[in-house]
């Protein structure tokens, strides 16, 4: 566990951050429709099939589209650890570019653009590893509430506690909330530009893991 490289705890953060903000625009801007996560959405598609269908189909281009960007994930990331030199990088830059197609089309007023930041969550979703026997998502935290939970409850038996594993949640916890926070500020004063910032996000993370990765493998 110690010798998993402090760029986990720094990167949860961040990605956790970015789906904040992105879901905050969602919920504000897009009638309360959750983006980062699709628990809500799938019960808001039961309830629209019985009476409005076009709402529905919109519903279910929402969650396609999630389904969509984590099988890009899929596509190009082999196994489930964490291992220096996979392609996060172009998995980042192109969530980025996501992100602002969506904030083209949203400006465009054309609603189609919230399935390409569906989309981009899923991608970013699909990124996450297995930590310590803990499956890691950056997009929605009912897993991480959970996974906190069961291990207090293993503490509270004696048994051991990771306190680093527990410090990722902890993080991961407080990027989303906080990005949240920021994500609803933003959409008051600059409306669907506001996604503008997580892709910026996403672009430097990938810059940042080019870099850290070559000079790594070259040591």
């Known amino acids: 566990m110690s010798r998993l490289p402090r760029w986990v ?57 999630f389904v969509i960007g984590a099988s890009i994930s899929g596509y190009f990331l082999s196994g489930t650890k964490l291992k220096l030199g996979r392609v996060y990088d172009f998995l980042l830059a192109l969530e980025g570019i996501m992100l602002l197609a969506a904030v083209y089309l949203l400006e465009m007023s054309l609603g189609y653009g919230i399935f390409l930041a569906s989309a981009a969550c899923g991608l970013q979703n699909a990124l996450a590893t297995t930590y310590s026997g803990s499956v890691v998502r950056t997009t929605h935290v009912t897993g991480i509430f959970t996974d906190l939970g069961l291990m207090l409850g293993a503490k509270l038996k004696g048994q051991d506690f990771d306190r680093r594993r527990a410090l990722l949640f902890l993080l991961i916890i407080l990027g989303f909330l906080s990005g949240g926070s920021v994500g609803a500020v933003l959409f008051v004063r600059y409306g669907f530009q506001a996604l503008l910032l997580p892709a910026l996000v996403c672009f430097l993370l990938a810059a940042t893991y080019r870099v850290y990765a070559s000079k790594t493998v070259e040591q």
Not at 9 to 29: D, T
Not at 43 to 56: K, Q, R
């Open 9 to 65: 705890e720094y990167g949860a953060f961040a990605l956790a951050w970015v789906a904040g903000i992105i879901n905050a625009v969602g919920l504000m801007g897009v009638e309360q429709q959750a983006i980062s996560h699709l628990s809500g959405t799938a019960t808001m598609l039961g309830s629209s099939i019985v009476g409005d269908s076009g709402n529905a189909l919109h519903l279910a281009g929402v969650l396609l589209s």
